[in-house]
T-cell receptor, first 112, second 108 residues
């Protein structure tokens, strides 16, 4: 079946602009995660959605970052007033149980 | 100090060699994951461990909860095993805390 998909695959934006990154999880997966991988750095947790519970936003680096998950399915990560340090690969993962996370291909964001 | 430490950071091997990658963590965990990230960036989950040992093909993962340590072993390594191997722990909630990864290159 279809895996986790993300769009766009690449995004180049000018500093100060807003961007939206989209994640389509595997159908039926109740949990959805956003992670960030900056150049030369490890993966970093950003935000976690589980069913109808309030999301765990503890990893969001600043108030310029926000995420929504509509209808328990598609999620959008929004970065306002982008900065060069926001350049990274943004990865989405979904799961139906805690011992497995299925990762999407990522969106490579470059802020110029 | 990172909560999850991996060693070595970089590893090169000749095809056929036995490889070990280590992961130590400093927090209480409910599970530990080993992930593989290929040069194209795609991430695949290899193992989830909460105790003992798991084996899948040429890959073996072990965990010692008391020592807060896990190892990933690759037997009879092959160039296609070249990737970044990432250890991640589940602490308190289902979110993962990641190590910085071990870059493995296997030469023919």
């Amino acid at each position: 079946g279809a895996g986790v998909s993300q769009s766009p695959s690449n995004k180049v934006t000018e500093k100060g602009k807003d961007v939206e990154l989209r994640c389509d999880p595997i159908s039926g997966h109740t949990a959805l995660y956003w992670y960030r991988q900056s150049l030369g750095q490890g993966l970093e947790f950003l935000i976690y959605f589980q069913g109808n519970s309030a999301p765990d936003k503890s990893g969001l680096p600043s108030d310029r970052f926000s995420a929504e998950r509509t209808g328990g399915s598609v999620s959008t990560l929004t970065i306002q007033r982008t900065q060069q340090e926001d350049s990274a690969v943004y990865l989405c993962a979904s799961s139906s149980r805690p011992d497995e996370q299925y990762f999407g291909p990522g969106t490579r964001l470059t802020v110029t | 100090k990172n909560e999850v430490e991996q060693s070595p950071q970089n590893l090169t091997a000749q095809e056929g060699e036995f490889i070990t990658i280590n992961c130590s963590y400093s927090v209480g965990i409910s599970a530990l994951h080993w992930l593989q990230q290929h040069p194209g960036g795609g991430i695949v989950s290899l193992f989830m461990l909460s105790s003992g040992k798991k084996k899948h093909g040429r890959l073996i993962a072990t965990i010692n909860i008391q020592e807060k340590h896990s190892s990933l072993h690759i037997t009879a390594s092959h160039p296609r095993d070249s990737a970044v191997y990432i250890c991640a722990v589940r602490h308190n909630t289902d979110k993962l805390i990641f190590g910085t990864g071990t870059r493995l290159q296997v030469f023919p």
